[in-house]
């Protein structure tokens, strides 16, 4: 097990998914110590089994990002168990059904009342606002918790989890796009108003990586791809969606001496999507 980490403790935010998870087995068999953090403590201990098991050292906490309480509860738990945060990932995040539209685009005939359809005029508020507190104030409470701890020591960074949504909006889901949007400016801010006191901030724009949440949407219940899914492997020049894997070589650099003088940028991680034209 290679030791660049060796010492060092990563917090891991909604660790008890697919793309998190794989996220803390890296930084896991770099040495680092790992508290995986998840809504749901089955699926955080889940990860920390399993990485343990593998030869690391993790623990699972169960913690609500957007409860300050539960927040400082996970901290006192992770800084009792492994010590001070030097790694922080925001990697708790969704989507919400009341946010999404049915279609791309809104014609005349739309607005007959159908209660099935719904459109920008049927989004409902309470779901937008689910959304942008899931992403954002997700992102910023766990980094008012956690990065205390590096104020003061060498090599620590704070990594969000932005998106392709933030570089150009993608239709029906405004609600997480704007979300998504956010997190880049907050990068952005939060990298300068960090810099003076040695913490970096860098965030990760994944392109499309089929997880739980977006399954049903791109792949049919035979795997093939729905037109949603064909349309997005058109736009991605090396023709596939992500894997897991895919995001942890960056990851890696960003957390590690190799990135020590960059701070405050979003790394597009899409197969080249965000390049793409599209003819």
Request: proline share 3%; net charge negative.
């Amino acid at each position: 097990m290679s030791l660049e980490f060796s010492g060092k403790v990563a917090v891991i935010t909604g660790g008890g998914g697919v793309l998190c998870s794989t996220m803390a087995t890296a930084l896991a068999q770099k040495g680092a110590k790992i508290a995986v953090l998840d809504l749901k403590l089955e699926n955080a201990e889940k990860v920390a089994n399993d990485i343990n098991g593998k030869g690391g050292n993790a623990i699972g906490v169960a913690c609500n990002v957007l409860d300050i309480d539960s927040l400082k509860v996970a901290h006192a738990t992770v800084s009792e168990k492994l010590g001070p945060c030097d790694i922080l990932i925001n990697g708790a995040g969704g989507n919400h059904p009341k946010g999404t539209t049915s279609k791309n685009h809104l014609f005349e005939e739309d607005l007959t009342g159908n209660e099935e359809l719904k459109t920008f005029f049927d989004l409902d508020p309470e779901g937008i606002k689910f959304v942008f507190d899931l992403n954002f104030i997700g992102s910023l409470l766990p980094t008012q918790v956690f990065a205390k701890d590096m104020i003061g020591r060498e090599g620590c960074t704070v990594i969000n989890i932005s998106s392709m949504n933030a570089f150009r909006p993608l239709t029906k889901i405004p609600a997480y796009s704007g979300a998504k949007a956010a997190i880049s400016n907050f990068t952005q801010w939060l990298a300068v108003h960090f810099a003076k006191v040695g913490i970096r901030v860098n965030a990760l724009a994944p392109g499309f990586f089929l997880t739980e949440q977006n399954r049903t949407l791109l792949t049919t219940a035979d795997g093939s791809l729905t037109d949603r899914g064909n349309t997005i492997i058109a736009h991605t020049p090396m023709g596939r969606f992500g894997e897991a894997e895919d995001l942890t070589g960056t990851l890696l650099w960003l957390c590690g001496d190799g990135s020590k003088f960059i701070t405050g940028v979003v790394i597009p991680i899409d197969g080249g999507f965000s390049a793409f034209s599209g003819v």
